[in-house]
């Protein structure tokens, strides 16, 4: 009994706080789902964004194809210890295809801190799963001045891929002057991987399962280049065709694809 007393307390502790990789002092957990009730997602933590997108709705998006659908366990669900994003090939509203874009906005906002997902990503053409974040309350402006942190972007035509970008007013895809990098990752689909960042007042640094592949430094020349001070929220989406994921088309024979996700843990 001693025995398993000691080694509950030393998991309990090491849920509760976490070494940064670059050797700071412990964080403590501010924020998590571990995903362990079965159901639609735990609306006191996520929200949904719904629609299409531009087009359509033209507010946010990138000509993505699919529906974004809220309380809909084919889209969004937790099950065996998972949160499931689901896109499905299906007649939805004006689309053809239906997904989930979850978002924390209001229930998990941030200043700085290491934000960690797990998650095991989905396959084929068309896929475009992402990770990332943006400001709750733009207070620099719309998109790109307020920023954008793409903690984790795939492309389902190269399988391998993985990306972290930021953007802002003078760094962005608009522009074709983002700044992020690329790695290849051979097992994106079928292991899951830890994708996180340790966001701070002087820089932002992109990390696959604990290592640092990407950094984005403060040069502090104002909030064009770094917007990176205020509260900013999490989505979770799997996005179908659009501007970048579509570049190749779609493979309707890959569906359904899903992400799947163990964990958000957010430490500060």
Known sequence: MKTYIV????MLMFIGSTTTSCGQKKQKLVWADEFNTNGLPDTAKWSYDLGRGCPNNCGWGNNELQYYTANRKENARVENGKLIIEAHKEKFQDA???S???????????KYGRIEVKAKLP????MWPAIWMLPTK???GGWPHSGEIDIMENVGYWPDSLFATVHTGAYNHGQGTQVGKAISVKD????FHIYSIEWMADKIIFMLDGKEYHRFNNKNSGS???PFDKQFHLLLNVAVGGNWGGKFGVDDSIFSQRMEIDYVRVYQ
């Open 7 to 10: 080694r509950l307390a030393a």
């Open 96 to 98: 053809n295809y239906t």
């Open 100 to 110: 989930a874009r979850l978002v924390s906005r209001n229930k998990g906002d941030w």
């Open 123 to 126: 396959a084929g053409r068309g």
């Open 138 to 140: 733009w207070e620099y």
């Open 188 to 191: 994106l689909s079928s292991s």
């Open 224 to 226: 064009e280049v770094w």
